[in-house]
Nanobody, 124 residues
């Protein structure tokens, strides 16, 4: 069972940038489809971005399109989320997730493994 660990969260001012990382414990990471989700206080978990096993397919939520970039380095068992032009509405706990099918996926129930999350706080 793969273990996922997020890092890179923190406090940033509006307009700033952060890069989140998701490190996987197994080399089988390269066969997994991966995704980023977030959950703001009092709200449901929502999709942010997803990338296929080889990185050839990527999709974003409307709120992330044009500001966030998802990428992965399979040789290092890591996925990234570069977040630019952050605003207070981006404040949330960000989770990475993996699916064994290797495909992109927008629904949380399509994922098999989850990390513990990393908190991103954007101040105005």
């Amino acid at each position: 069972q793969v273990q996922l660990v997020e890092s890179g969260g923190g406090l940033v001012q509006a307009g700033g940038s952060l890069r989140l990382a998701c490190a996987a414990s197994e080399r089988t990471f390269s066969s997994y489809g991966m995704g980023w989700f977030r959950q703001a206080p009092g709200k449901e978990r929502e999709f942010v971005a997803t990338i296929s096993w080889g990185g050839g397919s990527r999709y974003y939520a409307d709120s992330a399109q044009g500001r966030f970039t998802v990428s992965r380095v399979n040789a290092k068992n890591v996925m990234y989320l570069q977040m630019n032009s952050l605003n207070p509405e981006d404040t949330a706990v960000y989770y990475c997730a993996a699916n064994r099918r290797g495909l992109t996926a927008r629904r949380a129930d399509e994922y098999d493994y989850w990390g513990q999350g990393t908190l991103v706080t954007v101040s105005s």
